[in-house]
Nanobody
Framework: QVHVVESGGGSVQAGGSLRLSCAAS????????MGWFRQAPGKERERVAL????????DYADSVKGRFAVSQDNAKNTLYLQMNNLKPEDTGMYYC??????????????????RGQGTQVTVSS
């Protein structure tokens, strides 16, 4: 079992930055991948970043490439999402999720076994 909790959301003006945190607890050694997802009002949830714990490789949605970056603090069992040059279209609820099995890492948010409750990000123009 893994429990993930997001934090760090808030309100920021366009061009600003935020860093989200995803603290994992439980049997974290078995986590194969972790993902950051977001859902804007009236839109479907989308994956913005994917992180593979073995090797540290990442994958980003085209809409955030060059602006968002994932990093990990192994000592704290925490995954971060650094978001720079934020745009109003980045507004939404941001979720973290963890998965043990690689086959599910390419799936949607609900395909991940362990999912957080989300943290709100609001970017004003």
């Amino acid at each position: 079992q893994v429990h993930v909790v997001e934090s760090g959301g808030g309100s920021v003006q366009a061009g600003g930055s935020l860093r989200l945190s995803c603290a994992a607890s439980g049997y974290t050694a078995a986590i194969f991948c972790m993902g950051w997802f977001r859902q804007a009002p009236g839109k479907e949830r989308e994956r913005v970043a994917l992180f593979f714990t073995r090797g540290g490789s990442t994958d980003y949605a085209d809409s955030v490439k060059g602006r968002f970056a994932v990093s990990q603090d192994n000592a704290k069992n925490t995954l971060y999402l650094q978001m720079n040059n934020l745009k109003p279209e980045d507004t939404g609820m941001y979720y973290c999720a963890a998965e043990y099995f690689g086959d599910y890492c390419v799936g949607n948010f609900r395909d991940f076994r362990y999912r957080g409750q989300g943290t709100q990000v609001t970017v004003s123009s």
